[in-house]
């Protein structure tokens, strides 16, 4: 409720349209001519988010306090779905577990544009698209989906699919799941309108001429050189922005080490061979020492520290990138080992690439440069379920839960991540990264 909304694009431009203070949008002529006036406009010249920006128009002009209701209904619905997605049936584990990991999310990422703008464009977007996620598994599993849980799917759709990073990614996801279903017989024609949203929202992307013109609009106001960057170097800048989200102090590092040591624990527990063993120390150990070294060069500057090429900036130097793969490898390694069948693995893997996929395009773009980390909370909300999904697959192996200091530490480290989110969130309302 402390949010401060005076700043951001919904503040400087979005919320201007609706009460006719935009040049573009005079006042005569009815709402809906206006709304119409602007999806064209703004389809032509900028975004093809044609649907994320009606709703972000709306709740432009919207006492600030519908945004603030909104916003917490959003991240109960992320908590409602995640809940509902993960069958572990110990309710310690299984609640302890989304907490945890839910609060590892560094939040101030969601005010990079505003407040209003980016939780409309991200943190919205992945809680419409969770329930899609929630009622196609359900449907894929047999289970119960009422009518009106089937029907809130379907604009739930579309509405997540106008974003590019998550219409792509599901686009691949629901591909692999098809694929699946069909070679197992058991495709579910309940599906069908996911599946035609999905590719009519990835024409509606592919063909939007704005996209390409905010795109030469960026690189001339953010990044002029851009230009002339080959494929390769582009390539680079993708992958570069991959390995900063998972490993640097300004990403989702926290969440990953907590990941790792998930990891590490099953590899000891399940009696994986001694490689997977010492792969996942060592990329423990990497993480963390990155960490260290990254949020240090965040508070104290970048010339405090010289402790050598190996855990600088991935682009600066090559080093420091090729350890940051190696680490990457290992860790795609260290997961392989536990777990086990080509279904199982395909699935998971498949989720993982695909959500890695909305980080490697990037370098496409200059939003690696100018977009900053939320556009990684797709790839973060990936790697929580993916490590709520070995969870319950392990479920009988995860006694530490049941220990006496084990939901203590959780608590204490829960109210440690609640306070530097907190603290890091107002210490600067326009925060970015």
């Given at each position: 409720?402390?949010?401060?909304?005076?700043?951001?694009d919904a503040?400087?431009?979005?919320?201007?349209?609706?009460?006719?203070?935009?040049?573009r949008?005079?006042s005569?002529?009815?709402?809906?001519?206006?709304?119409?006036n602007?999806?064209?406009?703004?389809?032509?010249?900028?975004?093809?988010?044609s649907?994320?920006?009606?709703?972000l128009?709306?709740?432009?002009?919207?006492?600030?306090?519908c945004?603030?209701?909104?916003?917490?209904?959003?991240?109960?619905?992320?908590?409602?779905?995640?809940?509902?997605?993960?069958?572990?049936?110990d309710?310690r584990?299984?609640?302890?577990?989304?907490?945890?990991?839910?609060?590892?999310y560094?939040?101030?990422s969601?005010?990079?544009?505003?407040?209003?703008?980016?939780?409309?464009?991200?943190?919205?977007?992945a809680?419409?698209?969770?329930y899609?996620?929630l009622?196609?598994?359900?449907?894929?599993?047999?289970g119960?989906v009422?009518?009106?849980?089937?029907?809130?799917?379907?604009p739930?759709?579309?509405f997540?699919?106008?974003?590019e990073?998550?219409?792509?990614?599901?686009?691949l996801?629901l591909?692999?799941l098809?694929?699946?279903?069909?070679?197992?017989?058991?495709?579910?024609?309940?599906?069908?309108?996911?599946?035609?949203?999905?590719f009519?929202?990835l024409?509606?992307?592919?063909?939007c001429?704005?996209?390409?013109?905010?795109?030469?609009r960026?690189?001339?106001?953010?990044?002029?050189?851009?230009?002339?960057?080959?494929?390769v170097?582009?390539a680079l800048?993708?992958?570069?922005?991959?390995?900063?989200?998972?490993?640097d102090?300004?990403?989702?590092?926290?969440?990953?080490?907590?990941?790792?040591?998930?990891?590490?624990?099953?590899?000891?527990?399940?009696?994986?061979p001694?490689?997977?063993?010492v792969?996942?120390?060592?990329?423990l150990?990497?993480e963390?020492?990155?960490?260290?070294?990254?949020?240090?060069?965040?508070?104290?500057?970048?010339?405090?520290?010289r402790?050598?090429?190996?855990?600088?900036?991935y682009?600066?130097?090559?080093?420091?990138?090729?350890?940051?793969?190696?680490?990457?490898?290992?860790?795609?390694?260290?997961?392989?080992g536990?777990t086990?069948?080509l279904?199982?693995?395909?699935?998971?893997?498949?989720?993982l690439?695909?959500?890695?996929?909305?980080?490697?395009?990037?370098?496409f773009?200059?939003?690696?440069?100018?977009?900053?980390?939320?556009?990684?909370?797709?790839?973060?909300?990936t790697?929580?379920?993916s490590?709520?999904?070995l969870?319950?697959k392990?479920?009988?192996?995860?006694?530490v839960?049941?220990?006496k200091w084990?939901?203590a530490?959780?608590?204490l480290?829960?109210?440690a991540?609640?306070?530097?989110?907190y603290?890091?969130?107002?210490?600067?309302?326009?925060f970015?990264?």
């Amino acid at each position: 409720m402390r949010y401060d909304l005076s700043f951001g694009d919904a503040v400087d431009y979005f919320a201007l349209v609706l009460q006719r203070r935009n040049w573009r949008f005079p006042s005569d002529g009815t709402v809906w001519d206006v709304v119409r006036n602007f999806t064209v406009f703004h389809y032509l010249n900028w975004s093809s988010r044609s649907l994320i920006e009606l709703v972000l128009i709306v709740v432009s002009i919207l006492p600030a306090l519908c945004w603030h209701v909104l916003d917490i209904l959003a991240v109960l619905c992320i908590g409602y779905c995640m809940e509902r997605l993960v069958r572990i049936q110990d309710g310690r584990i299984k609640y302890l577990s989304i907490f945890s990991f839910l609060m590892t999310y560094q939040i101030m990422s969601m005010s990079s544009a505003g407040w209003i703008a980016t939780t409309i464009n991200y943190s919205w977007v992945a809680a419409a698209g969770l329930y899609v996620y929630l009622v196609i598994q359900r449907i894929r599993r047999g289970g119960q989906v009422s009518g009106v849980s089937y029907i809130l799917a379907l604009p739930a759709a579309a509405f997540a699919f106008n974003h590019e990073s998550l219409c792509g990614m599901m686009f691949l996801f629901l591909g692999l799941l098809l694929i699946v279903d069909i070679r197992n017989k058991s495709f579910q024609k309940a599906l069908i309108p996911f599946y035609v949203i999905n590719f009519l929202e990835l024409l509606w992307i592919l063909c939007c001429p704005g996209n390409v013109i905010r795109r030469q609009r960026e690189m001339r106001k953010y990044l002029p050189g851009y230009e002339g960057y080959s494929f390769v170097r582009k390539a680079l800048e993708g992958f570069y922005s991959l390995l900063k989200s998972l490993f640097d102090f300004r990403g989702m590092s926290i969440l990953t080490i907590m990941f790792t040591m998930l990891l590490l624990y099953l590899s000891f527990r399940n009696k994986k061979p001694l490689m997977v063993k010492v792969l996942a120390v060592s990329v423990l150990l990497y993480e963390c020492a990155k960490f260290v070294h990254s949020g240090m060069d965040a508070v104290f500057g970048h010339k405090m520290l010289r402790t050598g090429v190996l855990l600088a900036e991935y682009r600066d130097t090559p080093g420091s990138a090729a350890l940051g793969s190696a680490a990457l490898i290992c860790l795609l390694l260290v997961i392989y080992g536990n777990t086990a069948g080509l279904k199982e693995r395909l699935l998971l893997f498949g989720a993982l690439f695909s959500a890695m996929a909305t980080k490697l395009i990037l370098g496409f773009s200059v939003a690696f440069f100018a977009s900053g980390e939320r556009t990684s909370l797709f790839l973060a909300f990936t790697v929580m379920l993916s490590a709520l999904f070995l969870m319950e697959k392990y479920e009988e192996r995860l006694a530490v839960f049941h220990q006496k200091w084990f939901p203590a530490g959780l608590a204490l480290m829960n109210l440690a991540l609640f306070a530097w989110n907190y603290l890091a969130t107002f210490q600067s309302q326009a925060f970015t990264w």
